[in-house]
């Protein structure tokens, strides 16, 4: 069974930084692109990173470029999420995901992922 698990989440003040992990277990990712969401209260989940399956093409929603970081362990089977200067904006859960298509294309849109985790909470106080 697929099970992808966040951690790093919390509560940080602004322009302080948390660090996301999100493993993988049930099978290895190595060839699928990975990605991260977030969704804030009221509002729609939306993009906000994603990797490709090498690792050599990343993407970012440029509400958060120049502050965030994705990367990936395609050993230890994880991808993490390096939050820096945080905003009060930035306070949503965080969820990681994982591409539906191998050696696809890094992609934005939600609806190419098929494997997500639960999600972790980020609030980031002013």
């Known amino acids: 069974q697929v099970q992808l698990v966040e951690s790093g989440g919390g509560l940080v003040q602004a322009g302080g930084s948390l660090r996301l992990s999100c493993a993988a277990s049930g099978r290895t990712f190595r060839s699928y692109g990975r990605g991260w969401f977030r969704q804030a209260p009221g509002k729609e989940r939306e993009f906000v990173a994603a990797i490709n399956w090498r690792g050599a093409t990343t993407i970012y929603a440029d509400s958060v470029k120049g502050r965030f970081t994705i990367s990936r362990d395609n050993v230890q089977n994880t991808v993490d999420l390096q939050m820096n200067s945080l905003k009060p904006e930035d306070t949503a859960v965080y969820y990681c995901?994982?591409?539906?298509?191998?050696?696809?294309?890094?992609?934005?849109?939600?609806?190419?992922?098929?494997?997500w985790g639960q999600g972790t909470q980020v609030t980031v106080s002013s």
């Open positions: 995901a994982v591409s539906a298509f191998q050696y696809g294309i890094v992609s934005s849109v939600d609806s190419t992922y098929n494997y």
